[in-house]
């Protein structure tokens, strides 16, 4: 008798005329962590949808303990066991964390929903050691909070296979890390998962077996004790990668200001936060989770109406009573959540390419759209980036969480802006396309583009910045230029541990 939770045969989907999975084999085996690998695009969330009844698949057959099933929604996938932890949140922001956690299989007594048993269900998450406050409504909560939530939804109702889809991704190294002690813990239980993940360091350090995608078909399956990163990377992309850092040689001193910040807060967030970045220069801007990092980006851009202080880019102060006036001043912002802030997902490649551009490249005449004008521009700037030119009119929820990063970027790049603020740049994407995306941010510094990378990977915000700030409790706390940061500089700042606040450190 085969021990294998789920079998999966020769697995086919397609959306429309593009083939997202071709004939792709999977087994998972009762209790094992079982790692999908691949460049975005890969198949990688198509397959755990498919597994999670999300998607029908077009060919193919799925076993549940040597039983064949037909799963034609994610209900019946979860009466199978199988839960979904994708990597874009389903969740309600008016309810509170307890009610999106029992969200469709509430507690109730009487008809009613038993709130005071909701709040006892509070004891099963203990496995989980998330500190979540069980009655806020889950729409205060900073994403990395909600992805906890997400989590914890699949845990309590007792899944036998947990697919989670980039779980990491919005969680910082403490919460990641601890979110790896409970999938292990999980797995000693009996609970079988499916992990999707770009952090090849962690897939290595939690997978019993590991299985890449490429292109939409398995390269490989094996156990993990036999892979490096190296050697996925390999099978991932199909010939060695370099991924060093492109070359970004910083701004000489005769090189102006573009962009100035002075005394910038945000009630409850950022408190008197002052900066300077010349044109060319890449600044990295560091601090943990919760430090004001991605509140500075939005006051900064003139998104969040309740910032005050003063923003001027080359010399002349922007109206900052919302975001037009920001891109009108050629300040572009790359925010954190892209499903959240930065696309809209049911609308084409196109559409999200032109959105912020409309104006400045004459595509909008008595209130309609040029659509000759805007298919040009949009097709060109899409080479620039790397989306492929056949995804253009789909909708762009269609694409992997990779090219919807690029398409990102391409709306961004037909503003012309003179500064960037690109926060989590490179969140959930493969090691091909971060490479792509590093290309494109020391690109535009070299056009003379003020950069700001917001980045809680440090090896990201050494590789790239010429000059590194840390923010710790909505301040900046220090300081590094000239080469000399490190990771453990960097991060004693943050933790307030280095005794340099306030400092500059040459």
């Not at 029992?102 to 038993?114: A, K, N, S």
């Not at 004891?123 to 900073?142: K, N, T």
Request: glycine share 10%; charged share 20%.
């Amino acid at each position: 008798m085969s021990t294998a939770f789920l079998e999966a045969s020769s697995l086919t989907k397609r959306f429309g005329g593009a083939t997202a999975l071709e004939a792709v084999d999977l087994t998972v085996q009762a209790g094992e962590i079982h790692g999908l690998v691949g460049e975005n695009g890969a198949g990688k969330s198509t397959l755990g949808k498919v597994i999670a009844g999300v998607h029908r698949p077009d060919s193919g057959t799925i076993c549940i303990r040597g039983e064949r099933v037909h799963f034609r929604h994610p209900r019946d996938a979860a009466a199978s066991g199988i839960t979904l932890v994708a990597q874009e949140l389903a969740l309600v922001p008016k309810l509170s964390v307890m009610e999106n956690i029992f969200l469709g299989v509430e507690p109730t007594r009487f008809g009613f929903i038993d709130r005071s048993a909701l709040r006892a269900a509070r004891s099963a998450l203990d496995i989980l050691e998330f500190d979540l406050p069980a009655d806020v409504a889950v729409g205060e909560l900073r994403i990395a909070d909600q992805q906890k939530v997400e989590i914890a939804r699949a845990v309590v109702r007792s899944a036998r296979l947990i697919v989670f889809d980039e779980p990491t991704a919005s969680l910082g190294a403490s919460d990641a890390a601890r979110l790896i002690a409970t999938m292990r813990r999980l797995a000693e239980t009996g609970t079988s998962m499916v992990f999707v993940s770009h952090a090849l360091t962690d897939v290595l350090n939690v997978c019993d077996s590991i299985t890449i995608l490429r292109d939409g078909h398995c390269v490989r399956s094996g156990a993990a004790a036999q892979e490096t990163a190296s050697s996925l990377v390999d099978g991932m992309i199909g010939q060695s990668l370099d991924t060093t850092f492109p070359e970004a040689h910083p701004p000489g001193p005769a090189a102006p200001v573009r962009l100035k910040v002075l005394n910038i807060s945000v009630p409850g967030a950022v408190t008197d936060v002052s900066l300077e970045v010349r044109a060319g220069e890449i600044l990295g801007l560091a601090g943990l989770i919760g430090s004001g990092r991605s509140e500075l980006a939005h006051a900064i851009f003139g998104s969040d109406p309740h910032a005050s202080g003063t923003v001027l880019v080359d010399g002349r102060e922007v109206d900052r009573r919302g975001p037009w006036h920001g891109i009108e001043a050629g300040i572009a912002l790359l925010p954190e959540s892209r499903k959240d802030q930065g696309l809209v997902l049911g609308r084409s490649t196109t559409f999200n390419t032109s959105l912020s551009s409309m104006r400045r490249h004459g595509q909008s005449r008595l209130g309609f759209i040029n659509r000759g004008t805007e298919a040009s521009v949009t097709q060109d700037v899409a080479q620039r980036v790397t989306v492929n030119s056949r995804s253009m009119q789909i909708p762009v929820s269609l694409l992997s969480g990779g090219n919807q990063q690029k398409v990102m970027f391409g709306k961004w790049l037909l503003t012309e802006p003179k500064v960037l603020i690109a926060d989590e740049p490179t969140r959930g994407v493969d090691v091909g396309a971060k490479k792509r995306i590093y290309e494109i941010i020391v690109d535009l510094a070299k056009s003379g583009v003020a950069v700001i990378v917001i980045s809680s990977e440090l090896e990201e915000v050494l590789g790239l910045a010429h000059r590194v700030c840390v923010m710790r409790g909505g301040r900046l706390v220090g300081e590094h230029s000239g080469g000399l940061a490190t990771s453990a500089s960097i991060l004693n700042m943050a933790f307030g541990t280095s005794g340099t606040d306030g400092m500059e450190l040459h």
